[in-house]
């Protein structure tokens, strides 16, 4: 399937991102035909930092702040995990309410390991059926969401993985719901 140029935010805080979680469902975008857009929530910087778990890993330019984006600029928004970017985006009452946007408006969200930290905060989670990193399990039930151990969960416009050896099945069901998505 493709994406037909739809314009998909990625949501991260300056640093903590798991690299391999923004770099592999960026590529599938692209790959896809979609523009991938970088913003950035928590405080503006031009640059974020990624981690190979806890070791620093690459830096990646940063296309706005997400106190400047709007839900209406985007066809879809990704999550990426790492458990500082989680935690960090979270405290953002901004970006909390860019996801929440999204997730009123039925425009697709994906989410993967700690990204899911996000969507808890929305207060958007209710009957719900989604995955996460095991240790996020209480928190998505006590948001009103039904926690599953999964490889990918797609409920109806909400994507979800738990770790990074899922990612080749969460960017496929990503790329598939995004692009039957209308934009």
Wanted: negative net charge; aromatic residues 8%; hydrophobic residues 40%.
């Amino acid at each position: 399937m493709a994406l037909d140029d739809k314009k998909i935010a990625f949501l991260v805080a300056p640093e903590g991102i798991e690299q391999v979680e923004l770099t592999e469902p960026w590529k599938a975008v692209e790959q896809a035909g979609g523009h991938p857009h970088l913003l950035v929530a928590v405080k503006p910087v031009d640059r974020v930092q990624a981690f190979n778990h806890l070791d620093k890993a690459d830096t990646f330019d940063v296309d706005l702040p997400v106190s400047r984006a709007g839900v209406e600029d985007y066809d879809g928004l990704i999550l990426p995990g790492g458990v500082t970017n989680g935690d960090e985006v979270r405290t953002d009452p901004e970006a909390v309410a860019f996801a929440r946007g999204f997730l009123e408006s039925g425009k697709p969200v994906a989410a993967i390991c700690h990204g899911s930290w996000v969507l808890v905060e929305t207060g958007a989670l209710g009957g719900r059926r989604m995955t996460s990193w095991p240790s996020l399990q209480t928190d998505i039930r006590n948001a009103g969401g039904e926690w599953v151990d999964e490889e990918v969960v797609k409920d109806r416009w909400l994507v979800t993985s738990r770790r990074p050896d899922d990612l080749p099945a969460f960017n496929r069901e990503l790329v598939n719901h995004f692009a039957s998505t209308p934009g």
